[in-house]
Nanobody, 119 residues
Framework: QVHLVVSGGGLVQTGGSLRLTCIASGTIFSINAMGWYRQAPGKQRELVAVISAGGTTNYADSVKGRFTISRGNTENTVNLQMDSLKPEDTGVYYC?????????????WGQGTQVTVSS
């Protein structure tokens, strides 16, 4: 079983910054990708950024140049640095981790964290 713990988020003014961190725990053999998704009120969950095991990153067009996804000091940690935040970045942010455990593959989600950007 893989457990994800998310920290960060909160309330910030337009132009401000926030940092999200997600730590995966459990008997993980390998991680294929770690990513962040968000869901705004009344909208579907969307990809924000993802980083592969090899370090390849992919961003939603709306956050390119403002957000940076990175792996942490430990292999099971992923960070999302969010700069130049806009009100449209408001939403619940979720961490997603995919990889391999003893019983096979896993695709786990962390608890959501609220990000609110005031205008």
């Amino acid at each position: 079983q893989v457990h994800l713990v998310v920290s960060g988020g909160g309330l910030v003014q337009t132009g401000g910054s926030l940092r999200l961190t997600c730590i995966a725990s459990g008997t993980i053999f390998s991680i294929n990708a770690m990513g962040w998704y968000r869901q705004a009120p009344g909208k579907q969950r969307e990809l924000v950024a993802v980083i592969s095991a090899g370090g390849t990153t992919n961003y939603a067009d709306s956050v390119k140049g403002r957000f940076t996804i990175s792996r942490g000091n430990t292999e099971n940690t992923v960070n999302l640095q969010m700069d130049s935040l806009k009100p449209e970045d408001t939403g619940v942010y979720y961490c997603n981790v995919r990889g391999v455990i003893l019983k096979g593959t896993f695709d786990s989600w962390g608890q959501g964290t609220q990000v609110t950007v005031s205008s």
